[in-house]
């Protein structure tokens, strides 16, 4: 059935591939948002990347039901120039939108700006998330300052900004609102779902992920060799799923600790076999070391599809639920200290295994569905617009 007649249409824009490989969490998180939005009475126009091309997905009611290409052979930092040129093309589709909502992307020219522009001349209010206030530190200075160069463009063009990072009520950003957004995740159930072992046999851990120096795994590897002489009979692997800037300095860090032996870098897996991998560890290794990066709180996708799989987990930065004490979530401090492998497993030996599994999904489902978080971004724009 075609809702639009019936519940009006959005129009969002990631400058996501279909077929990453490095931002793969990224990828699942912007198609599992625009489903939400679906599954809120909304028809989504979805344009993203897909290998050369850049595409229009239409879903309804969380499903796929269109999809077509709106130019092919993209060049690098034009992703924002062709969709403004294909709204200048379809202005009585555009015009149709009841608003835009676009992911943000540092910006090194000003191809958002246009986009901005050419969503203010058909009339679409625009809405930006910003994945997090300080990405800003994680760029080159020379890059940083140009991103803050084009913002002070972009920002009159904008009716309003959210962000899963922490803002105070009726904050803005350049004089422009800013709330608080949450993030979600979705659970892909496993086709080959690998083996289990018992945990009194062996301790495998994952983590999953761009690999760069905010995920702080390496603070896994000096006391590797503790728990080996805790535990000698106990079969010990660190799996690394992902690929990114920080993999060949992991790789000789532990290989100069003498733990290269422990440690896995499978590369990045598609969906499917990350559900399968899921199935068969102990433990899910998430963010360790975003205060490198001087941020004080953040919403890791990860750590809530830990929770989907019912997978315990081990994390460092504050969280949504950081202050629920949830079995089988181990906080650990936002340093440079190393991580106690032996407290973590003797902890979860002490756990009920399955009365564990059920409790983080039960969390999750209540908490984390991309429905729900969709609803309050929605709310919230329906605010704003009756505000205008």
Known sequence: ????????????????????????????????????????????????????????????????????????????????????????????????????????????????????????????????????????????????????????????????????????????????????????????????????????????????????????????????????KAYPNVDLRLFLVGQGPASEQLAQQAQELGVADYVTFTGALDPQCLANRYSGVHLGIGTLGCHRTGITYAEALKHREFMFYGLPFIYSLQDSFSDDQLEGVWRQPTDESPINLITIYEKYLDLPQVDLFYGLVKYAKSHFTWQMKTKNIMTEIQKQLRVS
């Open 1 to 228: 059935m075609n809702t639009i007649g019936l519940y009006g249409s959005i129009l969002t824009v990631y400058n996501v591939n279909l077929k990453t490989r490095g931002h793969m969490g990224v990828m699942r998180k912007v198609l599992a948002q625009a489903q939400g939005f679906s599954l809120n009475h909304k028809q989504v126009h979805m344009v993203c990347g897909d290998g050369p091309n850049i595409v229009r997905l239409v879903f309804e009611e969380g499903r796929e039901v269109q999809r077509e290409i709106i130019t092919a052979t993209v060049v690098p930092g034009d992703f924002f120039v062709h969709v403004a040129v294909w709204i200048a093309g379809q202005q009585a589709m555009a015009r149709s939108f009841e608003w835009a909502y676009v992911r943000y992307n540092p910006m090194h020219n000003d191809e958002l700006v246009q986009l901005a522009r050419q969503l203010r001349d058909v009339e679409v209010p625009l809405f930006i998330e910003m994945y997090t206030l300080e990405y800003q530190n994680e760029l080159p200075a020379l890059v940083a300052k140009a991103d803050q160069a084009f913002f002070l463009q972009l920002a009159p063009l904008v009716a309003g900004f959210f962000t899963p990072s922490q803002v105070a009520e009726r904050s803005t950003l350049q004089g422009r609102p800013i709330r608080k957004m949450g993030n979600g995740a979705t659970w892909i159930e496993p086709q080959a779902p690998e083996p289990k072992l018992d945990i009194r046999k062996a301790f495998h851990l994952l983590g999953v992920g761009y690999l760069a120096r905010w995920h702080g795994y390496d603070r896994l590897f000096p006391l590797i060799p503790d728990f080996v």
